[in-house]
């Protein structure tokens, strides 16, 4: 017997069933057959707009200046064609979202790690990574950070800005757990909303109801930058079929979508509480559907979790410049049953 603790999955039962009464009941036209608007309708980025008002730490969020997304790896992809060419230099957090990375590499950008400490990327290591590379553009995990779960205080947050400000940075920004982070809390503003101009912010329903959707979001600093991402998209797409977003946008409006976060929300906050109690201490947990393990041996102990039936995210791939990583990433989502998850977490525990 196998257990996943490897992929980042929010629970999916709970949205599985409201998808299927929605699909039985979606009012169809002819309209969901005709080519989609590149950006994705109005209505659902005006939902979108409204979501992130309510779990993104925005104040003020104009829908025009949105951008639909295949999910919000697309965004931060159309993020990077618009701010890096091939040779160009990209600052990443040390110790990164793998996948990001991989794109990064894959379109002939070298990624560069800045140092972190518990709260994220650290502005003055960010400084010393400027003028050390050269390099114009930083990609920046604030909130529940993947994969070491560290969440950025709101000095943090200034002194980032501050130095994209003071160095001329545009800064990608990458927030796909912010509605999960502060879930019981107020939410501290996302970079986009502390310096808009130069800030290019990417979102999704992925990890609240489920990547399958294919759910994301780009939201742009100016007019003639959302311009070029849309014809992007245009060219390479066409724009996202209509009818998920419009489901999804749907439930944005009248609180589907938030009742499921709160649920989801609960049962993580147990899921992090059991896995403490299980791997000890030093396991790092911030209420998000992962956690990190510190381990010097992440290689070693991966490999006798895997010969142990245990599957967890290998320690290759966050390191930004490559290597092993220094610790273990712990997936509490995956495993929808929460009898499989304390098995699991326990035949981890039984290798350490």
């Known amino acids: 017997m196998s257990y996943d603790l490897a992929v980042n999955l929010p629970l999916r039962a709970a949205p599985t069933a409201r998808l299927r009464e929605a699909l039985a009941n979606f009012p169809l036209d002819d309209r969901l057959l005709a080519y989609p608007e590149p950006e994705g309708g109005l209505a659902v980025r005006e939902a979108i707009a409204g979501w992130m008002r309510r779990h993104g730490g925005f104040s003020v969020v104009d829908p025009r200046r949105l951008l639909l997304t295949i999910g919000a790896r697309h965004g931060l992809v159309l993020a990077l064609e618009e701010t890096c060419a091939p040779g160009d230099t990209l600052l ?8 990001f990375r991989l794109g990064v590499l894959a379109h002939g950008v070298k990624p560069a790690a ?6 994220g990327m650290r502005p003055d290591a960010l400084a010393d990574a400027v003028h050390r590379t050269g390099a114009r553009v930083a990609y920046v995990q604030p909130t529940l950070h993947n994969p070491t779960t560290g969440t950025m205080s709101l000095g943090r947050r200034k002194a980032i800005v501050e130095v994209a ?7 990608i920004e990458g927030d796909v757990y912010a509605a999960l982070g502060w879930q019981g809390g107020e939410a501290l503003p996302a970079l986009a909303e502390l310096a808009p101009e130069r800030v290019l912010h990417a979102g999704g329903m992925g990890k609240v109801l489920g990547p399958g959707l294919r759910i994301g979001w780009l939201l742009a600093p100016d007019d003639a930058t959302h311009h070029r991402l849309r014809e992007s998209i245009q060219l390479a797409t066409d724009g996202l079929a209509p ?7 749907g439930w944005m409006a009248d609180g589907t979508a938030d009742g499921l976060l709160e649920t989801l929300a ?12 299980i791997l000890g201490a030093d396991l790092r947990t911030n209420g998000g559907m992962h956690a990190w393990l510190p381990r010097d041996d992440a290689d ?3 490999e006798r979790a895997r010969n142990a039936g245990v599957l967890v995210t ?6 930004a410049e490559g290597g092993i990583g220094r610790g273990l990433r712990v997936c509490l989502g995956a495993e929808e049953g929460p009898t499989r998850l304390e098995q699991g977490l326990a035949a981890l525990a039984a290798v350490l």
Do not use: C, Q, W
């Open 300 to 302: 070693a102990v991966y």
């Open 92 to 99: 990443m957090e040390e110790l990164t979202f793998h996948g």
């Open 314 to 319: 290998p320690p290759v791939p966050f390191n």
């Open 114 to 119: 800045v140092a972190v400490d518990e709260e």
């Open 243 to 249: 009818l998920l977003p419009a489901i999804v946008g």
């Open 165 to 171: 400000r003071k160095l001329d940075l545009t800064l």
């Open 266 to 277: 609960a049962s993580m906050r147990d899921r992090n509480l059991l896995a403490r109690e």
